[in-house]
């Protein structure tokens, strides 16, 4: 199957959207914000959930059951001893006018904890408010995001990236701008 980088990406943080969305089940934020438990602390570990056997190691993976400014941060402290120079956070900046978007100050206040960061974003592959470069600065607009933030990665085109024996890709498609943030 020909899929570019790009498109395998945006479809991995499509479904981490949808996932980390479908734990409020459709309520609005307030209501969310009641009937999640507080008391789990981060698990931290890896664990291989794709059913098959694969040669290396297995990605750490955080997660918090309470989603707000303090465990954001708490987040990148675990893991900030491996990360160095300048930083892009990714965050999904939502569709026009949500409903499912990070609080802003929520976002902002992980950005100013983190040195030398900025936020990133790519256009969707799927048609609506940030299909295009264009549109997706409006709806950065519409969606009380100050546009330069935001730095959108695909903007300017993509650049190829050779894989090294990759079983199922030879390349991949980085935006540009990633290769310079």
Known sequence: MDVARRDLIKMAGVAAVGAAVGNF?????????????????PVIGSKNVTGTKYNGTAAK????????????????????????????????????????????????????????????????LYTGGRYTTADHLETLKTNGWNVNLVDIMDADGYVDFPVRGGKHFQKIEMGKKSCKL
């Open 25 to 41: 089940g459709g309520a609005k934020m307030s209501e969310a914000k009641s009937s999640i438990k507080l008391t789990q602390a």
């Open 61 to 124: 993976v955080y997660f918090t059951k309470k989603i707000d400014a303090e465990s954001l941060i708490k987040m990148y402290d675990l893991i900030n001893g491996e990360i160095y120079g300048k930083v892009g956070i990714k965050l999904h900046t939502g569709e026009p006018h949500g409903p499912n978007i990070i609080p802003i100050a929520m976002a902002e206040a992980l950005q100013k904890h983190v040195p030398d960061s900025k936020f990133i974003e790519t256009n969707t």
